[in-house]
T-cell receptor, first 116, second 116 residues
């Protein structure tokens, strides 16, 4: 158990809809990262937050947005969903109890999104 | 540009034998970190091992070791005494110091199958 909690684990929705994925980082971790894993694109970095502020942006579509709240949990909002958005969405955290020199990311179990 | 390259989409190994999973990377920064993660069929991402660019010795963690050849920009994962439970997808990843961002860039992965 990594200590990172993601909900929901599975989500099935239709094209054009909007969903919100939620992540609670490990206790003490200030950084939250969102990754998308699809069959054709592999693991793609979407966005990072550190203590409530956006720190880095990767290949995140304009239809997607995220935020980190004062209690450090984070939400990833996906709107106007398309078939190609079907993927496993990971949240990861770091910065707390992980060794400062390595800074490995601790991943949640992912949220599997299926867009029909 | 591809920063992390894993050229073996799939690998087979006999139980109890050793196996090497290849990873090459590309960076012009002298300071970087290299990681290996394991993703079993259940989907979670499990951190295995870390190598810093300035580390003098190859990293080891139990049955996992990292064959770090800096001049060749390779960071191969060696798994000794393979077990059936080692069957999984393995990802190599790199972190470059990019301001304060500490996200990881992942390779495309190698699917390892351990045969009884």
């Amino acid at each position: 158990d990594s200590g990172v909690t993601q909900t929901p684990k599975h989500l099935i929705t239709a094209t054009g809809q909007r969903v919100t994925l939620r992540c609670s980082p490990r206790s003490g971790d200030l950084s939250v990262y969102w990754y998308q894993q699809s069959l054709d694109q592999g693991l793609q970095f979407l966005i990072q937050y550190y203590n409530g502020e956006e720190r880095a942006k990767g290949n995140i579509l304009e239809r997607f947005s995220a935020q980190q709240f004062p209690d450090l949990h984070s939400e990833l909002n996906l709107s106007s969903l398309e078939l190609g958005d079907s993927a496993l969405y990971f949240c990861a955290s770091s910065g707390g109890r992980s060794r400062a020199i390595t800074g490995e990311l601790f991943f949640g179990e992912g949220s599997r999104l299926t867009v029909l | 540009a591809q920063k992390i390259t894993q050229t073996q989409p799939g690998m087979f190994v006999q139980e109890k034998e050793a196996v090497t999973l290849d990873c090459t990377y590309d960076t012009s920064d002298p300071s970087y970190g290299l990681f290996w993660y394991k993703q079993p069929s259940s989907g979670e991402m499990i951190f295995l091992i870390y190598q810093g660019s300035y580390d003098q010795q190859n990293a080891t963690e139990g049955r996992y070791s990292l064959n770090f050849q800096k001049a060749r920009k390779s960071a191969n994962l060696v798994i000794s005494a393979s077990q059936l439970g080692d069957s999984a997808m393995y990802f190599c990843a790199m972190r470059e110091p990019s301001g304060s961002a500490r996200q990881l860039t992942f390779g495309s992965g190698t699917q390892l199958t351990v045969l009884p």
